[in-house]
């Protein structure tokens, strides 16, 4: 059984208890509690996520909030608080590593105004963190899902991509040949991934139907969205915004820079469906680029990627996982 | 640095954002999100709180939600839902274990209405399991900390104590003589604890002034629930109740029945500091026994046993930390 699989057969036998106005399967769960609790959990767990020779304590601490945040952010809600499970290896609270690692929780939170309001400190055989991100919808935004897309939308995505993976691929073989400010930028953007919480207000409030973060990859991404939305995400290759040093990176490696930006994961940028009347409206309010990248369309649910003359563009992995 | 000083430590620097009502430090913390939202948090790793050996997947799955479901009862809240962190070794999808922990997590949370609303799962060279419980306050009904005791409340347990360590006992040496109907209890005490959820309501409702639940001991919680209040916790070792089968455990093991019950760690039952005049009208609404065990008096701010000439009972361990 995938992870995937274990996860739709939890929610498939899960009751919905009152209190409850979203469950699993999106980005975050929506929890009435007089005001609406929203409310996400990622754990990363070394040798899986990260290993400790190229992710320090710091930047772990920082990631796991900023993922959580991200998922919050796709929701388009404000984030207030987290709560962080720690497993620490023997010898970890010893050194100046714990603290390390709680700064960077503690300063990723702050950034967004964000409480650490608890959570648990115990032994581990591996370095393992679980954060919780919990969070309030904005005054009159309600929460958007992945669900809402309707054929025609615009598929746009904030930033640009592909700059996490060819951070990794950096991190994994040094010697690459690269500009040292550029491998400094794209290892930043491996490391130290900014969740989009300012721009998931401004594309909720100004009136995305549908949103995610994009984690494991646009391709990968954009199948769940037009599979929770009931249509295809059609992907047009040459529009895919690809981050300042890929196209270096992914020369060096033998591939094609919008498809290793189109298919690479952890970016943590925003993926919405926009109808085309709103996009004018939210670029306004935006403060990053937003992108047009394809378009929901009726069909199989999923998505593909395609070029310039429309035919499909293989991929031999849409992402990080191969459940597309 | 020890767990709990790195806790300290992540406190001190912790900013409380607006949206924060109580942080890190009590059972869980209260957000303000509209509603009031009650969030604790903790993660359960292989080795570390559990073997395999002993402990069945549907029974992990249960205890994790159970232990923070028992947080939020010490807090007098009623519980929402919870979201479910998992780390995988590898194999455990492919079996009907990951199939048996997710029903254990359903189940526990089915029980008390709890809604599983999401979460994670990942892969792991151990097993863990993190859980984030959510809860509301009843209606007018305070979420109670550990901080609000008085001198001359009455400190009062529910329940029985000792029963989950002695069956820990019993699982390690399967070979102790006792009969087999009080083992089977035992040893059901420390694998599926019950969450004293309609206690801890009736508790709050009822006028205690300050509570927690006893996951680490008896004397070693009261001297927090001591040091939170300001005060010290004196336990009278002649008046703990003792649950049925400890006594033959202790003394197989050559220990005394009643500091086994007072030191034992896991029995998840609460414990509350009630003004001496609420006593007989919590007693009324609760369907278990509720024991007065001590006294909270002007002190060093701490805990103490003692015996019936009102000597300090010396303990060689408190409980499962040394941070009296």
Redesign the interface.
């Known amino acids: 059984?995938?992870?995937l699989?274990?996860?739709e057969?939890?929610a498939s036998?899960?009751?919905?208890?009152?209190?409850?106005a979203?469950?699993?399967?999106d980005d975050?769960?929506v929890?009435d509690?007089?005001?609406?609790?929203v409310?996400?959990?990622?754990?990363?767990?070394e040798?899986?996520?990260f290993r400790r020779e190229t992710c320090g304590p710091a930047e772990l601490g920082a990631k796991a909030v900023a993922v959580n945040l991200s998922d919050l952010a796709a929701m388009g809600v404000e984030p207030?608080?987290v709560?962080?499970?720690?497993?620490?290896p023997a010898g970890y609270?010893?050194s100046g590593m714990?603290?390390a690692l709680?700064?960077g929780?503690?300063d990723m939170?702050?950034a967004h105004?964000?409480?650490?309001?608890?959570?648990?400190?115990?032994?581990?055989?591996?370095l393992?963190i679980?954060v919780?991100a919990?969070g309030?919808p904005y005054e009159g935004v309600a929460p958007v899902r992945r669900s809402g897309g309707r054929a025609g939308d615009l598929l746009c995505v904030t930033g640009r991509l592909g700059g996490s993976a060819a951070g990794l691929a950096l991190l994994d073989d040094p010697l690459s040949p690269i500009d040292a400010s550029l491998r400094d930028a794209l290892v930043e953007a491996h490391l130290r991934p900014l969740p989009r919480v300012a721009a998931g207000r401004a594309l909720a409030a100004g009136g995305a139907r549908a949103m995610m973060d994009l984690s494991d990859g646009l391709l990968l991404d954009a199948a769940r969205l037009g599979r929770a939305s009931g249509l295809r995400a059609r992907i047009e290759r040459d529009r895919v915004p690809v981050a300042e040093g890929v196209g270096a990176v992914a020369a060096a490696l033998g591939r094609e820079a919008a498809v290793m930006a189109a298919t690479g994961g952890e970016d943590y940028e925003l993926l919405a469906a926009v109808p085309p009347g709103r996009l004018a409206g939210i670029r306004a309010t935006l403060d990053l680029p937003l992108t047009v990248v394809g378009m929901l369309v009726e069909g199989e649910p999923g998505a593909d990627l395609r070029d310039a003359a429309g035919e499909t563009v293989h991929v031999d992995s849409p992402g990080w996982t191969h459940d597309v």
Chains 1, 2 share one sequence.
């Open positions: 059984m995938s992870e699989a274990l996860i057969r939890i036998r899960t009751a919905l208890h009152p209190g409850t979203l469950g699993i399967g975050a769960a929890l509690l007089g005001g609406s609790a409310v996400t959990h990622d754990m990363m767990v040798g899986v996520h207030v608080a709560v962080v499970g720690l497993g620490l609270t010893d714990a603290d709680s700064g929780i503690e939170a702050r105004a964000v409480t650490v309001a608890g959570g648990d400190v115990t032994a581990s055989p591996v393992v679980g919780t919990i309030r």
